[in-house]
């Protein structure tokens, strides 16, 4: 007859054991399984996000509404309302009368009226530089912007094309050729889709690790995990690892997404993506671990995880705003994101390649993050009830 195992000591250290650690892997990943909010969280709310920051949400300005009041009918001005109409940039509104346009401005149906004056052929045919107007709604500052930047390079544009009388001579004899490294097509989709990227792992790393610990006391099987020989090491790498795993293929799949169906260029290696993501994975899951073992509690651990990560992430780390536009004393704030470290690192792997000058530094900030964050997190799980 076989003989049982005899009980570890009573007192002394636990010895980490690989076998009790896979036991505790397998109740952890057949509680995955078991719960579908987690296959929504990790899977299809990725995907949402990352076809919302795809197709819905576009910070390119392309097609904008604009009004082109053509109050002369000579060919010079014919063909500079032609050049507005042909400009991917604008979706133009041929107009004879400025209060038609200026009606369509204020019911906000066009972003700017362009008025091609009627005495502007003259002016060309006489030798002089002639003028156009650009009204733009202030309502929109960025947009007015950006529209009255453009409309003046195409009037600039065309009048070089056209080589208008006494134009050359006073031109600079600098020619101006623009060219953007990177991002030559500055589609907005190449830097979102990484930020997205992000996103989920917040997600995954912090949301949900954020209910393992408060799900065991809520359910009332923490007490019977105390009694176990289990030791805290194993109790914090059974809970973090299948999150490790269920983030990292979250992240391949959004990547997979990314490439193959927005033409997101990918210009790094498969080796640095991963180290990126491993790196920020130490403070999202160590967040999550903490915040569940603090509140023991399912409904608070998940507020604290939205408020300290997700909308830190979304809103503080430059995904969406720029950190360098915002005041001094919020991009102070900014330094305590991880995930500030995380996005510019993907921007950079997907569209320009293996930095490591570049990537190591940040890599070694979310380390030390994650440091902390388990720190405190072994620090408030203990084998007692209190």
């Known amino acids: 007859m076989n003989e049982a ?32 909010s987690t296959f929504l969280i990790a899977l299809a709310m990725p995907l949402l996000l990352l076809f919302l920051f795809g197709y819905a949400v576009s910070l390119d300005t392309q097609g904008t ?28 509104l041929p107009m004879r009368n400025r209060a038609e346009a200026r009606h369509l401005m204020v019911s906000s149906q066009i972003s700017a009226i362009i008025v091609i004056p009627q005495d502007f052929g003259k002016d060309l045919h006489d030798g002089r530089l002639p003028e156009i107007q650009i009204v733009t709604d202030g309502s929109q500052p960025n947009t007015a912007t950006f529209v009255a930047s453009h409309a003046q390079g195409v009037f600039q544009s065309w009048a070089a094309n056209e080589g208008m009388p006494g134009m050359l001579d006073k031109a600079p004899q600098i020619e101006l050729s623009p060219r953007f490294w990177y991002n030559p097509a500055l ?14 792992m917040t997600m995954i790393g912090t949301l949900l690790t954020a209910l393992v610990v408060a799900r065991e006391w809520e359910r009332g099987t923490m007490e019977a995990l105390l009694a176990t020989p289990l030791s805290m090491a194993e109790f914090v790498a059974s809970k973090i690892l299948p999150y490790y795993l269920l983030a990292l293929a979250s992240m391949s799949l959004c990547t997979v997404i990314g490439v193959a169906i927005f033409g997101l260029p990918f ?32 409904f608070v651990a998940s507020q604290m995880a939205l408020l300290s990560s997700f909308l830190p992430t979304f809103l503080l780390s430059g995904f969406v705003y720029e950190i360098s536009s915002m005041p001094v004393w919020i991009q102070a704030i900014t330094y305590a994101v991880p995930a500030r470290y995380l996005i510019p690192s993907l921007q950079t792997l997907f569209l320009t390649g293996d930095i490591w000058g570049h990537f190591l530094p940040n890599i070694a900030i979310m380390l030390g993050f994650g440091f902390l964050f388990f720190f405190l997190s072994f620090w408030v799980t203990r084998r007692s009830l209190d």
């Open 187 to 200: 589609k907005s989709r190449n830097f979102l889709v990484p930020g997205s990227i992000a996103v989920v």
């Open 267 to 298: 210009r790094g290696s498969l080796l640095a993506l991963y180290v990126i993501a491993s790196a920020f994975l130490m403070p999202a899951l160590g967040l999550g671990l903490f915040i569940s073992s603090a509140t023991k509690n399912q």
């Open 65 to 92: 509404r604009v009004a082109v009041v053509v109050e002369d009918s000579s060919a010079p001005a014919l063909a500079l309302s032609g050049a507005y109409a042909a400009s991917p940039y604008f979706h133009t």
């Open 5 to 36: 195992p005899e009980p570890p000591p009573a007192s002394g250290p636990i010895r980490f054991s690989s076998r009790r650690l896979r036991a505790m892997m397998a109740k952890e990943f057949a509680q995955i399984v078991r719960d579908p």
